[in-house]
């Protein structure tokens, strides 16, 4: 990962920053337990290094890339075909993040990280009409950084539809609605920076319902 402007410009600005590295290993386990279910096993883990550390850099020992993080995951997946218009999925994920700063040696579970997630959809195709797609996004809780004295933030559910409709009028005209957090579910994200709840939040609000109507004009039929 190249660093962003502000990790560049964060003082000591002659300090030289090195860019960050992961290895990634993943192994995957497929089978097809019927025409129409696939399960799917995948065991993961992501080695991160030269990581950088921006509250690091008051110390006596100024180092820009003081840190290391691992991440080992295992997720389930299951994807089925009902009908030619009929599919769906759904998917379980656990992983746990540590990290560590080699300069400190204080080490924790990475902020903003949560163990458990979850996914299920559905897709619904009317032939020659539209197309519906029904989403679930389910986070469990996630840690907050030590500065942070908010705590925990709550795991969240969130539901989307997204409906599309096929051309119509000599394949001139066609028409999209996707509604976001369709149950207009109140939900957090923790704070990154410092926080105090003053300068930077320990906390930061994410939008509530809200979507997107588009209708589209084809020039052409291809």
């Known amino acids: 990962r190249a660093p962003t402007n502000t990790e560049i410009n964060q003082a000591p600005v002659n300090f030289k920053l090195k860019t960050e590295k992961i290895n990634t290993y993943e192994v995957n386990l497929i089978y097809k337990l019927s025409p129409q279910f696939l399960v799917q096993l995948n065991g993961f883990r992501n080695e991160l290094s030269d990581v950088i550390i921006l509250g690091n850099l008051?110390?006596?020992?100024?180092?820009?890339?003081?840190?290391?993080?691992?991440?080992?995951?295992?997720?389930?997946?299951?994807?089925?075909?009902?009908?030619?218009?009929?599919?769906?999925?759904?998917?379980?994920?656990?992983?746990?993040?540590?990290?560590?700063?080699?300069?400190?040696?204080?080490?924790?579970?990475?902020?903003?990280?949560?163990?458990?997630?979850?996914?299920?959809?559905?897709?619904?195709?009317?032939?020659?009409?539209?197309?519906?797609?029904?989403?679930?996004?389910?986070?469990?809780?996630?840690?907050?950084?030590?500065?942070?004295?908010?705590?925990?933030?709550?795991?969240?559910f969130l539901a989307n539809c997204a409906l599309s409709t096929e051309r119509f009028f000599n394949n001139r005209i066609s028409v999209s609605l996707v509604v976001r957090n369709l149950f207009n579910a109140r939900y957090l994200d923790p704070g990154f920076r410092s926080a105090d709840g003053l300068i930077y939040s320990t906390v930061l609000e994410q939008p509530r319902i809200n979507g997107l109507f588009k209708i589209a004009l084809h020039l052409s039929n291809n």
């Open 58 to 156: 008051v110390n006596l020992i100024q180092n820009k890339n003081p840190g290391k993080i691992t991440v080992n995951g295992l997720e389930a997946k299951l994807d089925a075909v009902f009908t030619r218009s009929v599919s769906g999925f759904f998917n379980f994920t656990y992983q746990d993040s540590r990290g560590k700063n080699l300069v400190t040696g204080f080490s924790r579970s990475v902020p903003g990280v949560a163990k458990l997630k979850a996914n299920i959809g559905m897709d619904l195709k009317v032939k020659d009409l539209f197309t519906v797609d029904l989403t679930g996004n389910w986070v469990g809780k996630r840690q907050v950084p030590t500065t942070d004295l908010y705590g925990p933030v709550d795991g969240y």
